[in-house]
């Protein structure tokens, strides 16, 4: 029987075993798994300068990108703001428009440029035979480019 098998260590540790790899002892199996695992692991953790190159380059384009359509976005909505403050100015200077020209409107008395016209300046109405009916071809104006014969 050997001592050392059922021999009892005194102390508060127990002593490491003498493990020694022999260099020309062939690797197991499941040690080539943990080197090849390992050559794994450093080769995802390591980035070429292209791999880099090509994210710093994405991540410039990306971040022009998002700049341009911010301030594309800050531009349409001051455009909006402008079409808005333009249709309330148009919409102004109509209503102001209108009044102005209803108070023209009221301001001529018919009855009097009647008066005026046929007493004063003698003025008749015009005989059914008188009255010439045309058609236009558009509805802006009408344009005489010569006398009308009598």
């Known amino acids: 029987m ?3 098998r059922n021999a ?3 102390g508060n540790t127990v002593r490491k075993p003498d493990v020694r790899i022999d260099v020309y002892q062939k690797p197991t199996h499941k040690a080539l798994r ?3 695992g390992e050559n794994k692991r450093q080769k995802k953790m390591h ?3 292209l791999y880099v190159a090509f994210l710093a380059c994405a991540t410039l384009f990306l971040g022009y990108s998002l700049i341009s359509y911010i301030r594309l976005q800050a531009e349409i909505t001051s455009s909006v703001d402008r079409i808005g403050y333009y249709e309330q100015e148009l919409n102004n200077l109509t209503l102001a428009n209108d009044d102005e020209y209803s108070k023209m409107i009221n ?3 018919l009855e ?5 016209a046929v007493e004063e300046l003698g003025m008749v109405y015009a005989d059914s035979d008188q009255v010439i009916t045309y058609t236009r071809e558009n509805s802006d ?3 005489q480019l010569k006398d009308i014969a009598d």
């Open 2 to 4: 050997s001592t050392t």
């Open 8 to 10: 009892y260590v005194y």
């Open 34 to 36: 943990e080197i090849e």
């Open 47 to 49: 980035m070429s300068m």
């Open 107 to 109: 301001a001529v008395d």
């Open 112 to 116: 009097e440029v009647r008066r005026i």
């Open 141 to 143: 104006y009408v344009r």
